[in-house]
């Protein structure tokens, strides 16, 4: 007995061990790193005295990454977008460290990131999806890569603008870093049983990752081994209107990453939007992959959907 509690003892405790894949029977538990770092994200050689300069889209997103760099205490650019980039974060920062450029001119940001002498960049918050079609602004520079693309969706785009970046000596950040305590965790975040069959949430993951594998969307709406809805380029918003429209129960939304997804500029999230669209369309469960996708406000978003009696289900 005496040696068996020495080979207990020597055990990790439970709090680093990682957790098992589970479908609602506990409640989730978050996803840990060690407390020395800033970020389990972070690259190994990242130094907090340079500065980061924070591409903000639209939403909550960038505004949650300018808090936890400034409460991590490293020094933070902006870059902002005219009619994208909320006002309030805008009016944060001093002239001398923001700039405002138009969607498209690629020119003028790789500048902007040159005079702020950022170390580091990092892309948060959506641009408007329409802004492919109409409300673009290309200068030499962007129009020069858009020309060079055969196909030109987000990966391709951001993928060439994150090259241009990187050509500066400038590393574009992972877009999860500082946001550990945001990202979706194994089990059932919202604290009950989830209501779909593990049978049909199985179902719903392999149909995400297909035809995110696909580069056609990230989620879908399945319903007990159907297919009601898949995203493309209207966005998640879109989608779950549509799936509401069959007004039927047990309907399941599905969110997921792509086996080769890039986090440097394409992370999908789940904030309060998302789950009043939820609470609209009449879907009651969501399936978030845990560790990649980023619940905005999380503690605010899960307390939320359990007044609403909405199911948040995050799955390995």
Do not use: C
Not at 113 to 134: D, K, T, V
Not at 196 to 224: F, M, N, P
Not at 235 to 248: H, N, P, S, V
Request: glycine share 8%; no cysteine; net charge positive.
């Amino acid at each position: 007995m005496e040696g068996h509690r020495r080979a207990r003892a020597r055990l990790p405790p439970a709090a680093v061990r990682p957790p098992r894949p589970v479908f609602g029977l506990q409640p989730a538990r978050p996803i840990p790193h060690p407390a020395s770092v800033l970020s389990a994200f972070l690259p190994a050689q990242f130094d907090p005295r340079r500065p980061v300069a924070l591409i903000a889209g639209q939403g909550l997103y960038p505004v949650l990454v300018a808090r936890a760099l400034r409460r991590a205490g490293v020094p933070l650019k902006l870059i902002a977008f005219d009619e994208e980039t909320r006002p309030d974060l805008v009016a944060e920062f001093a002239e001398a460290d923001r700039r405002t450029i138009l969607v498209g001119q690629l020119g003028r940001m790789l500048r902007a990131l040159e005079q702020f002498g950022a170390g580091y960049a990092y892309m948060a918050g959506q641009i408007a999806p329409r802004r492919l079609f109409r409300g673009l602004h290309p200068d030499l520079k962007a129009g020069r890569i858009l020309l060079s693309l055969k196909r030109r969706n987000a990966e391709t785009i951001f993928g060439a603008i994150a090259v241009e970046i990187e050509q500066l000596g400038i590393t574009l950040l992972d877009a999860r870093s500082f946001l550990d305590d945001q990202l979706a965790t194994a089990g059932v975040m919202t604290g009950r049983r989830f209501p779909i069959e593990r049978e049909y949430v199985d179902h719903g993951v392999h149909t995400a990752r297909e035809i995110a594998r696909l580069d056609i969307g990230q989620s879908v709406v399945v319903r007990k081994g159907t297919v009601l809805a898949v995203e493309a380029f209207e966005g998640t918003d879109e989608m779950l209107r549509r799936a509401g429209g069959f007004r039927t129960d047990q309907m399941l939304f599905v969110k997921t990453v792509k086996a080769n997804q890039d986090y440097r500029f394409d992370v999908p999230v789940f904030g309060q939007r998302t789950l009043e669209t939820m609470r609209e369309a009449g879907i009651a469960a969501a399936a978030l992959e845990a560790g990649k996708v980023i619940v905005l406000d999380r503690a605010t978003v899960v307390a939320q959907a359990r007044s609403w009696g909405i199911h948040l289900l995050g799955y390995a």
